[in-house]
């Protein structure tokens, strides 16, 4: 079976920086891509960043520019270099991967939590 493990979560201060990862073991015979969505207490799950097979990325709106991320495919590990960080970037980030049109839905990992405050 397939597992996503994260870990680089953690408390800040707003400016700081935290780096995530996110590894992906078991058997895996595709990838289309990986990234993060995260998810605060009464607002909508976000998709935060995302790479794909061919190396393009994907960013939401309100981390772009602060937030990058970037991969190891021999691995099938991604990290998300987190800059900048506000206390609007608080939640808990999800890693996940899509294996593409012939599964169902997406991998997850088991969720880091990015606390932002003063």
């Known amino acids: 079976q397939v597992q996503l493990v994260e870990s680089g979560g953690g408390a800040v201060q707003p400016g700081g920086s935290l780096r995530l990862s996110c590894a992906a073991s078991?058997?895996?015979?595709?990838?289309?891509?990986m990234g993060w969505y995260r998810r605060t207490p009464g607002k909508q799950r976000e998709l935060v960043a995302a790479?794909?097979?061919?190396?393009?990325?994907n960013y939401a709106d309100s981390v772009r520019g602060r937030f990058t991320i970037s991969r190891e495919n021999a691995k099938y590990t991604v990290y998300l270099q987190m800059n900048n960080l506000n206390v609007d970037d608080t939640a808990v980030y999800y890693c996940?991967?899509?294996?593409?049109?012939?599964?169902?839905?997406?991998?997850w990992g088991q969720g880091t939590q990015v606390t932002v405050s003063s």
């Open positions: 078991g058997s895996i015979l595709t990838m289309h891509a």
């Open positions: 996940y991967a899509d294996r593409g049109p012939w599964y169902s839905g997406l991998l």
């Open positions: 790479i794909t097979s061919n190396g393009s990325t």
